[in-house]
């Protein structure tokens, strides 16, 4: 029986079906499944296999984008049972994103969140146009592991590097890492202004912020 | 003799289009960030919710500025010669514009712009006919970020004399170029009469035109200079899958741009323009050479066209990385289909990597697309009283039609001369001058461009009256 539901879960997941992954949370809930056997056996699996296929060229990101949606709404079904049993879902880390100050491209960054969600991080997306202040106020509120800033111009890139300083100068340059991305991030930009991880893409942001999670 | 051309829609698909951008904006609306953007679109009748920001268009409104936006201007160059028509039926190329990146020719490998390798692209292009008007080509790390933008500018009028399409970085400095041209070209009146330059202005994906964009409209339609609305819809992410929603959102966002620009000051030029993109579903880019970013384009244009307005688009550009066999095929197939949709000014030749690199090199192999593209939008020639019986007198069964005087006088005519870029000599001929393929050639090319450069004609005071403005405003900004 539970093996049915789990394999359902994960078919949810990867047909991208949002509300069927929601009804399939709350029926865990009714059938007395404990939220993390139902999310590690059921909906992480279809995502993982959302991720190899895509890896594969075999799906494509709407499949991805769809699948993290429905990962999403079945996790938010399952968070109350999870917060009633006093259990939480082992986060890989808590990630700050946001494209900087200056800058309203939204898609890239918001991708990185999505995919960031998917994988087990806790994602804060503050969106476009944030100001420096605002992402460190919210790291240091939320205590985040990692703080990813976006930009897709030349000329809001330098608000990446001043982002450094200013945690430097706030003597909390430790306690984060920075992840910077966007099209014209490259690995000796992010060397240069001392980040600690870049990626070309969003599927690469999820490697990097896993590696730094695991200290690399 | 009909001009060949392409019609990728059909009327009833280009009107269906304007019809759902006008139920758009009347229905959903259009974000708009600047206060005084909205107070003129209320003026003009549209009802606007301050607080979300958001500008419903009633469609009479938008049919006023479509009543007064010019069909045609006229771009001059700073000696105040006319080089060039938005409009009135003609196809022009430039260079593509504000690519972060060169192609480094030595090394192969791509690194940030300097402002030597925009004058050397400048160089290039003043050397390519093919280029009607120059472009601020790229973004120029050496040079303090506030007045990159008008730095370009400054470097493009002091080192050519084709028109230049620019644009801005912020909304100040949209306002700083717009002082500097007036200055340069003896005043605001003198700049409206000849404009010498066109600015791009940006909405944002999906229907939201921010400060810096609705600003840059009422300055440009308020000094009389041309803009270019450079829509940008990303088929699937910023904007609908499907190529003909995209096309709406394309066409809803420039009515929204014309209303809010002839608000500011009816029978101000401005241009339907724009750069939208496929969203690859692989990789998550903007490919420029795909196909279907081409035949938005054509269709868009074809919008454009309908309503009588000049027309803009970003085509000959490549995704590829090097100037290899992808950038060939991807940029000469999307320069002839934008020459045959009859765009008017068609910007991308020597850009790669999703519009981030620039080079030189790829700019004279793009000529000779562009070269080819014009010369089949110029069609079937009919140079004689007769087709093809007059050059049959005295033939006698003879291949001797280069002995015919006719053959001399006519054959520039029909043939456009491609430069040694595109080699059309024999196996032995090839091999004894060392084998070079594509990439050599240009390499040749751009270095005999820039050797046969010469500048501008300028009067002594006019370049002095430029190089004393921009040190005024380096200085400035440093300040």
Known sequence: ?216 | MSRPSFELISTEQVARILDEAFALLAHTGVRVSLPEARALLASGGAAVDENAEVVRLPEALIRAGLQSAPHSFTLYNLLGEARLTYGDDQVHFDPGSAAVNVLDADSGRQRPAQSADLLRIIQVAEGLPQFAAQSTAVVCADIPVPIGDLYRLYLVLLHSAKPVITGAFTAEGGQRMLRFLAGVCGGAQALRERPVAVFDVCPTPPLVYSAFAAQSLIDLARAGVPAEIVSMPLAGSAGPVTLLGSVVQHAAECLAGIALHQCAAPGAPIVWGGAPAIFDMRHGTTPMGAVETAMMDAAYAQVGRSLGLPTHTYLAASDAKLVDAQAGLESGISAVLAALAGVSMVSGAGMLDFLNCHSAEKLVVDAEAVRAALRLREGMHELTPTLGLEFFVGIDFRADFLKQKVTRQLFRAEQSLPSAVIDRGSVRAWEESGRLDTWARARLRVEELVAAYTPPDLPPAQAQELRERMAAEQKAVSA
């Not at chain 1, 969140?113 to 087990?120: I, K, P, R, V």
Request: net charge negative.
């Open chain 1, 1 to 216: 029986m539970s093996t049915d539901i789990f394999q359902a879960m994960a078919q949810s997941v990867i047909d991208g079906e949002k509300e069927e992954a929601a009804r399939l949370a709350r029926q865990a809930v009714t059938d007395g499944i404990d939220p993390l056997v139902a999310i590690d056996q059921g909906f992480v699996a279809g995502m993982r296999y959302v991720g190899e296929q895509y890896t594969l060229g075999e799906m494509f990101l709407p499949d991805l984008v769809l699948a993290a949606e429905a990962m999403k709404a079945a996790i938010a079904e399952l968070e109350p049972e999870m917060a009633r049993r006093g259990t939480a879902r082992q986060v890989l880390g808590t990630v700050v994103i946001g494209t900087v100050e200056g800058d309203i491209h939204d898609i890239g960054k918001t991708l990185v969140g999505t995919l960031l969600s998917a994988n087990g991080f806790k994602v804060y997306d503050l969106g476009v146009n944030v100001p420096l202040q605002t992402f460190l106020d919210k790291a240091l509120e939320v205590n985040a592991d990692i703080i990813g800033l976006s930009t897709l111009l030349t000329t809001t890139m330098i608000n990446q590097r001043k982002f450094v300083q200013a945690l430097e100068a706030a003597g909390v340059r430790s306690r984060f890492k920075v992840l910077v991305g966007g099209a014209p991030v490259t690995r000796s930009w992010a060397a240069e202004i001392g980040a600690d991880g870049y990626s070309e893409d969003a599927s690469g942001a999820v490697q990097a912020a896993i590696q730094l999670m695991q200290g690399g």
